[in-house]
């Protein structure tokens, strides 16, 4: 299984808006609605951000938003804040019991 | 508060065997799977596979199969990770986590991560 591919590196300033991008392939994103997104400040553990493409868990804010279209899923974060400068893995399951994430994309807030 | 804690850092040497575990409190650990996923130095995210403490099934991604054995000790909320016999690529940093569901992949919570080194 291929790693899902996310653009290595993505920038906004404060209060921006930017969109992270997760293309796969018809065996996984393109097939299941089982695709999250974790945010990931090095030296600690990954947090959930998004699970089932588009639900947000308890406590995660709502600039934080999940779509899917066709093998791409995306993460949308609206008002950026200095906090959000970190590095953003999706995955997807890819049926029998396989998963896979993506590459990673470091956001830079500027 | 659902929390998982992993044991602390390794140095090991090639060849050697290594456990590393994870302990899970704040919820009923018999019914949640334990993920565990592989980072590499200066890579990113690796899922190895899953184990669900209620019968030890288990689940291991192609490339982790016959590579690392999961266990788990229900009667003490904690699942493992074992090497028989370690690499100088076994070098990374191992996180588990729990799932709700094994055909999902909302990771919630994480553990903080146990940095294996192998090196001779």
């Known amino acids: 299984q291929s790693a899902l591919t996310q653009p290595r590196s993505v920038s906004g300033s404060p209060g921006q808006s930017v969109t992270l991008s997760c293309t796969g392939t018809?065996?996984?994103?393109?097939?299941?609605?089982?695709v999250s997104w974790y945010r990931h400040h090095p030296g600690k553990a990954p947090k959930l951000m998004i699970y089932?493409?588009?639900q947000r868990p308890s406590g995660v804010p709502d600039r934080f938003s999940g779509s899917k279209s066709a093998n791409t899923a995306s993460l949308t974060i609206s008002g950026l804040q200095a906090e959000d400068e970190a590095d953003y893995y999706c995955?997807?399951?890819?049926?029998?019991?396989?998963?896979?994430f993506g590459g990673g994309t470091t956001l830079t807030v500027l | 508060e659902v929390q998982l804690v992993q044991s602390g850092a390794e140095v090991k040497k090639p060849g050697e065997s290594l456990k590393i575990s994870c302990k899970g409190s704040g919820y009923t650990f018999t019914r949640f799977w334990i993920a565990w996923v592989r980072q590499m130095p200066g890579k990113g995210l690796e899922w190895m596979g899953i184990?669900?403490?209620?019968?030890?099934?288990?689940r291991y991604t192609p490339s982790f199969q016959g590579q690392v054995t999961f266990s788990a000790d229900k009667s003490i909320n904690t699942a493992y990770l074992h090497w028989s016999s370690l690499k100088a690529s076994d070098t990374a940093i191992y996180y588990c986590?729990?799932?709700?569901?094994?055909?999902?992949?909302?990771?919630?919570?994480w553990g903080q991560g146990t940095q294996v080194t192998v090196s001779s």
């Open positions: 986590a729990r799932l709700p569901a094994a055909a999902g992949t909302d990771l919630d919570p």
């Open positions: 184990i669900y403490p209620g019968d030890s099934d288990t």
């Open positions: 089932d493409v588009s």
């Open positions: 018809g065996s996984d994103v393109g097939s299941y609605n089982h």
């Open positions: 995955c997807s399951y890819a049926g029998s019991y396989s998963w896979v």
